[in-house]
């Protein structure tokens, strides 16, 4: 059995939660703080479903990448549009961040 590992960083996806379902939560939280930056978040995701390697636990997606890598890109959309809202989305969603 080939083992699971991101497409991107080739780490196991230990946890697998799809790209889509951590925008969905993310999102959640983003409407209450910064609602204009949502829109930076569509799309990010698509770039991330392309390829699979595993299904998401929770929706049982395809997908191909770990959170690290995903919610990476969401942190790099932070910095640049609310870079005050970066320690508390690392303190939010770093059970993601923190598994490499
Ligand atoms: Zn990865
Ligand atoms: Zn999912």
């Not at 204009?36 to 799309?43: A, C, D, K, M, N």
């Not at 191909?64 to 932070?78: A, E, R």
């Amino acid at each position: 059995m080939r083992p699971q590992t991101c497409i991107a960083c080739q780490e196991a996806i230990t946890n697998p939660i799809c790209p889509e379902c951590l925008e969905r939560e993310i999102e959640a939280w983003l409407v209450e703080k910064k609602p204009y930056i949502v829109p930076y978040l569509y799309g990010l995701s698509d770039n991330f479903m392309r390829s699979w390697v595993t299904v998401c636990i929770i929706c049982g997606n395809r997908m191909g990448v770990c959170g690290h890598c995903y919610t990476k890109d969401i942190l790099d959309v932070l910095r640049r549009k609310a870079p005050e809202l970066e320690e508390q989305f690392l303190l939010m969603f770093n059970f993601q961040i923190d598994k490499s």
